[in-house]
């Protein structure tokens, strides 16, 4: 490959993703609204690329928690040439409002702070480009499990009888006297 054609992909690539994240969320967005959203772009992004010499190899995407009103998308892809050097096409958006998200989308932020789905490359035209998050699909299950499989123990309730005859009036300290 011509040097003038690596120089103008890998200004292409670096283009490519400052463009990623532009217009990509609109109100009540959910965390597979946002997956549904950017897979298509990732998918496009190792397809555009791969047609141009470079082996798609590995990535990722994460949607992480910034402040108590923000959060931000980072992705990193990396590709090799035909040569064997390694291209790294990555970039993370500006801060978003957490307002853009659906409640229960911003609580799970919230609550994990960095949510990371793996980049695969499709095998077939129906295959996702994004994996599942381990840690996304754990914390979901710990909040879908009944409260009775928990080991809490079940309060017991106890009943006292008072004598009237038992109570002492007489207080438990002395007083000094002098």
Avoid at 24 to 52: G, Q, W
Avoid at 108 to 115: E, F, P, R, S
Wanted: some cysteine; glycine content about 2%.
């Amino acid at each position: 490959m011509a040097l003038e054609n690596k120089i103008e992909m890998v200004a292409d690539l670096v283009e490519a993703a400052k463009n990623f994240f532009v217009d990509l969320f609109r109100p009540n967005m959910t965390l597979e609204k946002i997956s549904d959203v950017v897979s298509p772009r990732l998918d496009d992004t190792i397809k555009k690329y791969e047609a141009r010499g470079l082996e798609y190899s590995a990535g990722k995407f994460s949607i992480k928690y910034a402040d108590e009103k923000h959060f931000q998308l980072e992705f990193e892809m990396y590709f090799r040439d035909e040569e064997g050097k390694w291209h790294k096409c990555a970039n993370e958006s500006d801060l978003r409002d957490a307002t853009l998200l659906e409640a229960g989308a911003w609580k799970t932020i919230q609550a994990l702070k960095v949510i990371t789905f793996p980049i695969e490359k499709p095998k077939s035209a129906d295959d996702e480009v994004l994996q599942k998050d381990k840690k996304l699909e754990e914390y979901r299950e710990a909040l879908a499990a009944p409260a009775d499989t928990l080991d809490l123990e079940k309060p017991t309730e106890k009943t006292i009888d008072i004598v009237p005859e038992k109570i002492s009036t007489t207080p438990a300290i002395e007083p000094d006297k002098k």
